[in-house]
């Protein structure tokens, strides 16, 4: 019979939130540690997602049910993890860049950075400079994770990380981007701290440069 916390990774991975909140529910009641069960129920399930995405096992579909899933679980456990003060890995502050209004592909990672134990600040799509300098100011972030998903909106991305500059906060946060038409040659040119080109490999990036920070 395998454990709770076992049996709860393999919920994450099925998308199957009904029973990964029973689950969740069981193990506080075997009284398990909050950052136990998050660590090791609720993480290595979404990990294997991140796995099986990359290697085109899994579709967005079945990883934004997924997403829902761990954030379902996260839901019960946040309250007891910032009661206990538990540290979470760092804090993302995520938006689609000014003029663009895609934002399926920023929740996607917004929703596995979650889950591989970041605070996400989602402010949105059609974002401009001004308010990712403003949530730089309100949240102090480890990162920044902007998304573009046209052609003529990835220059805003340039533009944006210009002005957080000109603000002076440049050295306070890593910079990332990626989206369809942004590659890492792009993400060089404009300065940025480094390029994802899916989800997994967007939440890879930020634990590098969070421990890095
Ligand atoms: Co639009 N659209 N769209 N659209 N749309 C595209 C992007 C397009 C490629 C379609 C096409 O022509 N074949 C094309 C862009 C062409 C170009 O610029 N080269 C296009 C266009 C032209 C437009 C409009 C201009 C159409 C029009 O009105 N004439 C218009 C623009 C509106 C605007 O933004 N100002 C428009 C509008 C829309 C809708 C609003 C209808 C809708 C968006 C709804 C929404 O997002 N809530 C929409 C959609 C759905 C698409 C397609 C079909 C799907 C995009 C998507 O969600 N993919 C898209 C065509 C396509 O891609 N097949 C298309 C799924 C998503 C999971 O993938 O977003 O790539 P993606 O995210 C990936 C990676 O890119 C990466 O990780 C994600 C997951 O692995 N990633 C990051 C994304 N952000 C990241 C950030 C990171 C790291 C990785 O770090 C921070």
């Given amino acids: 019979m395998s454990s709770v916390l076992e049996r709860l990774s393999t919920a994450v991975i099925a998308g199957d939130a009904e029973n990964s909140v029973k689950l969740v529910h ?3 009641d075997k009284g398990m540690d909050p950052k136990d069960i998050l660590d090791n129920g609720l993480v290595p399930g979404m990990d294997e997602v991140g796995i099986r995405f990359r290697r085109g096992d ?10 829902d899933t761990m954030s379902a679980g996260l839901d019960i456990l946040r309250p007891l993890l910032a009661a206990a003060g538990t540290q979470l890995i760092g804090t993302v502050v995520l938006g689609t860049v000014k003029g663009d209004l895609h934002d399926i592909g ?5 929703m596995m950075a979650e889950g591989a134990g970041f605070e996400v600040i989602d402010i949105g799509f059609n974002v401009p400079p001004e ?5 730089i100011k309100e949240h102090q972030p480890n990162i920044i994770g902007m998304s573009a998903m046209l052609t003529t909106t990835m220059r805003a991305m340039g533009h944006t990380i210009r002005a957080i500059e000109e603000a002076g906060l440049r050295d306070k946060v890593k910079i990332i981007v990626g989206g369809a038409p942004v ?12 390029y994802g080109s899916n989800a997994p490999s967007a939440v890879e990036l930020c634990k590098s440069l969070a421990s890095a920070s």
């Fill in 183 to 194: 590659d890492a040659e792009f993400a060089t040119r404009i300065t940025a701290d480094g």
């Fill in 131 to 135: 308010r990712f300098i403003d949530a």
């Fill in 58 to 67: 899994m579709f967005v579909p079945e990883v934004l049910m997924s997403a």
């Fill in 26 to 28: 069981r193990a506080l």
């Fill in 106 to 110: 920023k929740n996607l990672v917004g």
